[in-house]
């Protein structure tokens, strides 16, 4: 087994590596994952966070080759999603002596989980914990992502541990970014954003702005998930700013799904279009690619092209569900239009634009539909269209 990684002196990572995991409340976690938990030796000690319960045994080992957890007096739930706090009751139940500390809305979420008569130590933004040479220091961060999560700032280390905040689902043997590719765990970093904070980007600029208000360095990043952020913090402070504001790359994404080629052989012609114009594109099949990986895409594209062919007067079911899911991350700053075909009625093309305008999505043109099989004439149309697209950036 791994050994406990050292962040700095008396600061420790005793977690869980999860390799085989693939699937993550509907999201694929291709490379795994890990729960990150963190021991912070003063004179007193705390256990910030835990792992999923099935990981307890994992976690308790890496803290007993450190010291007796017996010896552990406080319990930092940062947040009370079960990956993070499904070892909780299995470490109170065996150490009862422990302190546990949440938020108000963690308190509520534990009892909620739970149903335990536990003691808990409420907190609140700027309350600390001293252990002695180490002050534990906490920052509220209400629905970043679930209303109970709150950061733990380490005063003396400069060290930030934010749960979910700047997670990535990556399982490696090496526990810190400049250990690891770059490239990997950044592609992570926005996957995991696209798929789970990307709804709340909002609140992401404030609580940034509240922590430099609070004047506390950050020289180390440690989440709850991946690789922790030695060497480039700012670099994943600058996606997060980015991402939340919006920020994407002229680069366009033609999304569709197709039922006998036609829709398909438009969506190649209006890529023609788009790449004449010398601008990025890439074409995705809804059901050659999970909606997970579509949603990093469509992170970082500022155009999203939705191709779907009319079915019992509707949106094809796979393009309709990702439309679903894309509405309830919010996408902040698109541009978008639909094309495709149909047999008789035409219907998909109006609904797909019409759902994009609901989720706030500049809907660019009203797009283009072709009855059966598209001939030569439609196929310059959607080179044509292509072109327009690439001309809105
Ligand atoms: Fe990693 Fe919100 O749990």
């Not at 094809?316 to 541009?335: C, D, H, M, N, S």
Request: charged share 25%.
């Amino acid at each position: 087994m791994e050994k406990p990684a050292e962040l700095k002196d008396g600061v420790y990572w005793v977690g869980a590596l999860d390799w085989n995991v693939r699937e993550f409340h509907g999201y694929t976690t291709s490379r795994g994952s890990t729960y990150n938990a963190y021991l912070v030796r003063g004179e007193k000690t705390a256990l910030v966070d835990t792992v999923k319960a099935g990981f307890f045994p994992e976690m308790l080992s890496r803290i007993e080759s450190i010291m007796d957890p017996a010896d552990i007096d406080y319990l930092i739930v940062n947040h009370v999603e079960m990956d993070h706090s499904g070892a909780v009751p299995l470490f109170a139940e065996r150490f009862p002596h422990v302190q546990l500390v949440a938020t108000d809305n963690g308190i509520k979420a534990l009892q909620r989980h739970y149903r335990k008569e536990w003691s808990i130590q409420k907190v609140k933004t700027g309350d600390e914990i001293a252990l002695g040479r180490k002050t534990l220091q906490f920052l509220e961060a209400y629905m970043l992502h679930w209303p109970d999560s709150m950061f733990t700032y380490l005063k003396e280390d400069c060290i930030l541990l934010p749960n979910d905040g700047f997670g990535q689902h990556f399982a490696s043997y090496h526990r810190f970014d400049d250990e690891n590719t770059l490239e990997t765990v950044m592609d992570e970093a926005a996957k995991y954003f696209g798929n789970i904070l990307m709804p709340l980007a909002p609140l992401i600029p404030p609580l940034l702005k509240k922590v430099k208000k609070m004047g506390i360095p950050i020289e180390m990043i440690a989440p709850s998930h991946g690789v922790i952020w030695r060497s480039h913090p700012d670099k994943i402070i600058q996606a997060y700013s980015d991402w939340s504001a919006g920020v994407a790359e002229d680069r366009v994404l033609i999304i569709y799904d197709t039922m006998w080629q036609s829709t398909a052989t438009m969506a190649r012609a209006i890529a023609q279009g788009i790449s004449n114009a010398g601008v990025e594109n890439k074409l995705i099949h809804v059901r050659r690619n999970h909606r997970s990986d579509i949603m990093k895409e469509i992170l970082s594209a500022k155009v999203l092209v939705f191709g779907s062919p009319t079915i019992n007067e509707g949106i094809f079911p796979t393009v309709a569900e990702l439309l679903i899911y894309l509405k309830g991350l919010r996408p902040l700053k698109k541009k978008g239009l639909a094309f495709g075909s149909y047999g008789w009625g035409g219907e998909a093309i109006p609904a797909i634009n019409d759902a994009l305008k609901g989720m706030g999505i500049e809907v660019i043109d009203p797009g283009l539909s072709v009855m059966y099989v598209p001939g030569d004439e439609d196929l310059e149309n959607c080179v044509k269209l292509g072109e327009k697209i690439a001309a809105s950036l």
